[in-house]
């Protein structure tokens, strides 16, 4: 196009692993102070391109050219030196050292054989003014917040002289405040004639801040676009190969009488002070997606333990239908009617190193139809599992084989396919599409509203407000495990809701309550 | 094709996890003993030689090897049950003392049963009081949260002076350090076979070894509660939150596994002795069952070929010593690096693979 | 005596494990290659016993034991134990040397381990088979009973079969001695006694020993701490400190490996300059503990008593079915012929006491 030199310029570059070419004849061009995006499912072949690119892996063919020289990145260590910094998607510091000190390491400035902190601290200041990213150079990791510390790893890029910045998933652990501070942090980084490449498969964030975009798809480069020149949905085609929905047809069948009751429930922390749960209150219809939104770490945990019986009641309530579960076992709350859709997956979901068959009936082994007299029915277990994966698409090489070998996606639709199979009447899905490619999102979304419209009841926990605009009847907020308010879905608003989630209580809240007080149950 | 498939399931229950690391390991184990042999001045040759003909070299060494392997396989069994149940059960020690010493009580202080029932009595008995030292274990992390290492190992000494105590003060035959003998009516030995195998020891021991084996792969992958364990010992956190008791089945796993360890302690007494020792330090049969289970990769039919392996490379080791006059810490040696090398699979790993991925390919070549 | 600790010491983890047989298997037996001794093996035999002497190599004997084997089986205490496998051993490789035969020994690694060890040698027709110490009773019984043509010898135990013939030691005689000289040498009338398990063998030291204090000393009190194990050494030390904080100047022990800790505990106390004593057992202690905390010892010539049998047997004179018991007056127990902490006077006494109980004018207790 006649401009510059590109600062990075990938050729035909191809990676092979046993049993799949990871990046087929890969090119990709990087320009000065461009924000370059990097878009595809999971497992598309971005991170190995980027690895590549970073000097953790070699490619099998190909060439990369850094300023026009062509050049082999054997290592980090070369990488640096040619001016590229990556910010892992899980950061890389030590929690008790200071920010200046993880900016340091390795590289310390000193003053005869000791650190000179004093300059060490003054140089990371300095930087930070520079890129407006507000960081402390004092403080210990340990005391700062998650965003916070995807700062300090790009204070560590760009300490190390770093003018191409390579971001993995950048977003993944950030609440919707701090994507907006990131997205801020990346345009002055761009403005300052820095080069970023910035690997994601979140489709909003492209659209908000990218000036190009690069779509892979099982390992081959679908396409190179500008991104004033698309939009979304060309954007998802290009990347899932196929025609994405992105408006859920609200059936809204109208919802029944209230199935759920918790009243006034509270829960002890494990200190003697303040209650982690203060007198909660929601009511859950039948055939209702009540939203649960706030910030990481507000309680939303807790309140999910305390419903699926994992965590002591202090005082109120839990009912379902007409039983009281306040004091029951985990497996009398399933036996009544509960499901869960835990929100660590491969921790709390699933048995990773049992077989998928084997995970497919961890909430439901103990019916009389997996065998009887104690002994295990193998052939029906067996034949359930197959049925499942089946109907839900989960995609594996067998139903024999570990389920730690699935792909998120598909642990996922594994777990979900679990859970809705046990025609539960309360499913409670705590962050059900974390991680997950737009595929699995879809089809997520597509099955929680058809577990409603089947009548069922169900508790939506997410982060992320798109998902819960789009799913939800009625949305409540938590803060610091009190309920700050609860909205109909037509009065739900960004402004309301963030100011909920920061702690203030809105005027709505008692309105709401009253209200669905009235409704006629039955 | 149905043949198979169910060969292809049986297969990787168990070999799956790799059947190259312990086989790598057992040879590099040999092949460092050779080079310690080597660099003493022996013939290592010669030395292994012996070693197998004194397992193999009459009917009275069989049966010697047999009996030296009973005791490894159950408490191979009862580690690597507690294993699967995620729990480290290295009290094996001291349950197989407290089943030889439930055994040497019942067989001595009661006197008016037949055979039929005292014999079956006895091991029941040494059985659940094994069972009972592995369940204090488990009841003390299951409620208490105790880590089951620590409990087990003062466990150990508790039993071994435990039981001295009972014999001195119970079945002391006066004048000496061991216990009265068992009466004929518990003995578990096979008379008939013995004489037939030259005096060696021969002793029911065994095939309840085999039945003991079997329980172990029927309970843990055939049963409801098996399922349970097992979901427990890979994740403990997901069986909780599927409505799994999870302190109960840590309590009934170490329970179960000091059963087996208990019957083999039984079994040391009826068939073996036919008394107890009062003793400064336990036979150390607990710790062997550690790394049998380690080599067996906690399943019982890896569990019965590594008990195998070591009896046969303990028991032989005389042989060594006698024919090649190798010292039979060689076979300990050989032993340790076993397990040194099972241990460190990821070395094992590095050997294989470059291997492994150049057959695949050429395969794919062919095909 | 030596209990096989270093097993049960250290199995924590796999690697742990692995370590911990590596390292017992380098470290316990540094003489393995002895395990056969040829004649022309420059075997040291120990330096107090003169067998030759006694057994002075005629002609004749330099060949009866041409192309005859002698086999002993070690008890848990292994080959070198610095105790009696260890001086039986030195005796047997003395009397290879001495008349042609060739020896070798087997160590037992375990309880169950005596039976087959034993069985190696009877089945390869060993012209006579050693088992060392008490604990090989039900073993030798057993062995001898299923071979009524093997030639059997035991050491501290009796078994009454016409094929074993048993040699033991009139302990208490030999303590009665060591007990006169402490008696008359103590300056604080407070004499100490450290044991090793209270097992009727050390009984007799025990009451050997006060007999002879209290025979030229009735004011001197003896007072007793067992330790409960022969071999560890750090709880011997802690009896002896334990004695000597209690105002005793000499302490005799009669506590195998356990009895090492004894002399170090001596050791220190005379680094930190106060003077106290110790008298050994088994052999001359002073060679090895050096003469500055070695009073006298109480030696137990078994490798003279090995000697003795092993020659008449080769010669044709095995006496089975017999127990031979050596006191003082066979010179099978004893003070070291070389005393220079002992004033005359006192070895004077001790010269009276052994004639007195030589000629059964004293008998001594032996519990």
């Known amino acids: ?522 | ?367 | 005596m030596k209990k096989n600790a270093m097993k049960s010491a250290s199995l924590l983890l796999a690697t742990a494990t692995s370590l911990g047989l590596v390292l017992s298997g380098c470290g316990s037996n540094n003489a393995g290659n002895n395990g056969a001794a040829s004649p022309s093996a420059s075997a040291p035999a120990s330096e107090s016993a003169s067998p030759s002497e006694s057994a002075s190599p005629s002609a004749s004997a330099e060949s009866i034991g041409a192309g005859k084997k002698i086999g002993m089986a070690t008890d848990t205490g292994g080959v070198n134990d610095k105790s009696f496998n260890q001086q039986a051993w030195e005796a047997l490789e003395k009397v290879a040397k001495d008349t042609g035969a060739e020896a070798k020994y087997l160590e037992s690694k375990k309880d169950a381990d005596y039976q087959p060890n034993l069985n190696q040698f009877v089945k390869d027709g060993y012209a006579l088979t050693w088992g060392i110490g008490f604990l090989f009773d039900d073993a030798m019984k057993t062995v001898a009973e299923q071979n009524p043509d093997a030639q059997l010898a035991l050491i501290d135990s009796t078994v009454d079969m016409p094929n074993v013939q048993s040699v033991l030691f009139k302990e208490n005689e030999g303590s009665f001695l060591v007990g006169v000289v402490a008696g008359m040498m103590t300056e604080t009338n407070n004499i100490g006694f450290v044991g090793g398990m209270e097992l009727p063998v050390i009984k007799k030291f025990e009451a050997g020993f006060k007999a002879g204090v209290a025979a030229v000393n009735p004011d001197a009190v003896v007072n007793t701490n067992y330790v409960g194990d022969f071999s560890k050494p750090d709880l011997g030390k802690l009896a002896a400190a334990t004695l000597y904080d209690g105002g005793a100047d000499i302490v005799f022990h009669a506590a195998g490996g356990s009895g090492n800790g004894v002399f170090t505990e001596a050791k220190d106390r005379l680094s930190a300059g106060k003077k106290v004593w110790v008298i050994g057992v088994d052999k001359d202690q002073s060679l090895e503990f050096g003469s500055e905390v070695t009073l006298t010892s109480m030696m137990k010539k078994v490798d003279e008593a090995v000697y003795k049998v092993t020659s008449e047997a080769l010669s044709g004179n095995f006496q089975g079915g017999t127990t031979t018991v050596l006191g003082l007056a066979e010179g099978g127990v004893g003070l070291p012929a070389d005393n220079p902490n002992v004033p005359q006077e006192v070895l004077d006494k001790v010269e009276e006491y052994k004639q007195k109980i030589i000629s059964g004018e004293i008998a001594v207790p032996t519990e």
């Open chain 2, 1 to 367: 094709m149905s043949d198979n498939r169910s060969f292809r399931e049986w297969s990787r229950i168990f070999v799956a996890s790799s059947l190259w690391v312990p086989i790598i390991a057992i040879v590099l184990g040999l092949v460092c003993g050779a080079l310690v042999m080597w660099i003493g001045g022996y013939n290592a040759f010669e030395a292994y030689g012996a070693l197998f003909d004194k397992v193999f070299g009459s009917k009275y060494d069989i049966g010697e090897t047999v009996r030296t392997i009973t005791p490894l396989l159950f408490t191979g069994l009862s580690v690597g049950f507690a294993f699967r149940a995620g729990l480290f059960n290295i009290g094996a020690d001291g349950q197989f003392i407290m089943g030889m010493t439930g055994a040497t009580l019942i067989g001595i202080k009661i006197d008016f049963l037949p055979w039929i029932v005292h014999a079956p009595l006895t091991l029941v008995g040494g059985m659940l009081i094994g069972g009972l030292w592995g369940a204090l274990a488990g009841y003390l992390k299951s409620s208490r949260g105790v880590n089951e290492v620590i409990s087990c190992i003062m466990l150990n000494w508790i039993a071994l002076y435990l039981s001295n105590y009972l014999i001195r003060t119970l079945v002391l035959k006066p004048g000496t350090q061991r216990s009265e003998l068992i009466r004929d009516s518990a003995s578990m030995s096979i008379r008939w076979l013995s004489s037939f195998m030259e005096n060696a020891r021969m002793d029911w021991g065994i095939v309840v070894g085999l039945i003991c084996t079997s329980l172990f792969y029927i309970v843990l992958w055939r049963t409801k509660q098996g399922y349970e364990l097992r979901a427990v010992g890979f994740n403990p956190e997901a069986a909780r939150f599927s409505g799994i008791n999870v302190p109960k089945n840590m309590l009934k796993s170490m329970m179960i596994a000091g059963m087996f360890a208990g019957i083999g302690g039984v079994f040391e007494v009826l068939g073996v002795f036919h008394y107890q020792v009062i003793s400064a330090a336990s036979a150390g049969y607990g710790f062997d069952g550690i790394a049998v289970a380690l080599l067996g990769g906690n399943h019982p039919v890896g569990i019965l070929l590594s008990s195998i392996l070591f009896g046969v490379l303990t028991y032989g080791s005389a042989g060594m010593n006698f024919s090649a006059s190798v010292p039979t810490e060689i076979v300990r040696i050989v032993i340790g690096c076993i397990i040194f090398f099972v241990a460190s699979q990821g070395l094992i790993q590095m050997l294989y693979k470059p291997f492994m991925a150049r057959r695949e390919a050429k395969r794919k070549e062919a095909a």
């Open chain 1, 1 to 522: 196009m006649g401009q510059a030199v590109p600062v990075v310029e990938l050729k035909g570059i191809t990676k092979r692993f046993p049993g799949i070419v990871a990046n087929d004849s890969i090119s990709l061009d990087l320009r000065q102070g461009e924000i370059h995006a990097l878009l595809g499912e999971n497992g598309a072949g971005k991170s190995t391109l980027m690895s590549i690119l970073f000097g953790l892996y070699q490619p099998d063919e190909g060439e990369i050219r850094i300023n026009g020289n062509k050049e082999t990145i054997d290592g980090p260590g070369k990488a640096i030196k040619l001016g590229i910094g990556m910010v892992h998607q899980h950061f890389k510091l030590v929690q008790n050292f200071t920010v200046a000190e993880n900016i340091v390491l390795g590289i310390e400035p000193r003053r005869g054989m000791a650190i000179d902190y004093r300059r060490a601290n003054d140089r990371v200041r300095q930087l930070s003014e520079q890129y407006g990213l507000k960081v402390d150079p004092e403080v210990k990791i340990e005391e700062i917040t998650v965003g916070m510390q995807q700062r300090v790893e790009i204070l560590k890029t760009l300490y190390r002289g770093a003018e191409i910045l390579i971001f993995d998933e950048p977003t993944a652990v950030l609440t919707v405040q701090e994507i907006q501070e990131l997205i801020r942090i990346l345009r002055s980084l761009a403005a300052e004639g820095k080069s970023i490449i910035l690997i994601t498969h979140k489709l909003k964030e492209i659209m908000e801040v990218s000036d190009r975009v690069t779509v892979i798809r099982r390992g081959k480069v679908v396409d190179t676009l500008a991104t004033a020149e698309t939009n979304e949905s060309e954007l998802a085609e290009k990347m899932v190969g196929r025609r994405v929905s992105f408006e859920m047809e609200t059936q809204r069948c109208e919802p029944g009488g209230v199935l759920v009751r918790i009243d006034k429930l509270t829960c002890q922390g494990a200190g003697k002070g303040k209650n982690i749960l203060e007198e909660i209150s929601m009511h859950i219809r039948a055939g209702e997606i009540y939203g649960l939104a706030g910030v990481d770490g507000n309680g939303q945990k807790e309140l999910v333990e305390a419903i699926a019986g994992l965590r002591p009641i202090h005082s109120g309530s839990v009912r379902l239908g007409d039983s009281d579960l306040t004091q029951a076992g985990v497996r009398e709350r399933m036996a009544a009617g509960m499901a869960q859709i835990p929100e660590d997956r491969q921790k709390h979901g699933l048995v990773l190193d049992f077989a998928v068959s084997e995970n497919m009936v961890l909430t439901a082994y103990a019916d009389d139809r997996f065998g009887k007299r104690g002994f295990l029915n193998d052939k029906e277990i067996r034949r359930h599992a197959v049925r499942l994966a089946h109907e839900f698409d989960v995609r594996s090489a067998g139903i024999q084989v570990p389920m730690r070998s699935l792909s998120g996606g598909n642990q996922q639709k594994a777990i979900i396919a679990r859970e809705l199979t046990r025609e539960p009447r309360l499913l409670i899905a705590v962050q059900p599409t974390r991680g997950l490619d737009i595929g699995a999102i879809e089809f997520v979304h597509e099955r929680l509203m058809q577990a409603k419209n089947e009548g069922k009841a169900i508790l939506l926990v997410s982060y992320e407000l798109d998902e819960l605009y789009k799913l939800s009847d009625r949305i409540a907020v938590i803060n610091e495990g009190r309920i700050m308010g609860e909205l109909e879905r037509e009065d739900v608003s960004d402004e309301k809701l963030g100011l909920m989630m920061a702690g203030h209580r809105i005027n709505g809240t008692n309105k709401a309550e009253v209200r669905h007080e009235r409704q006629p149950e039955f």
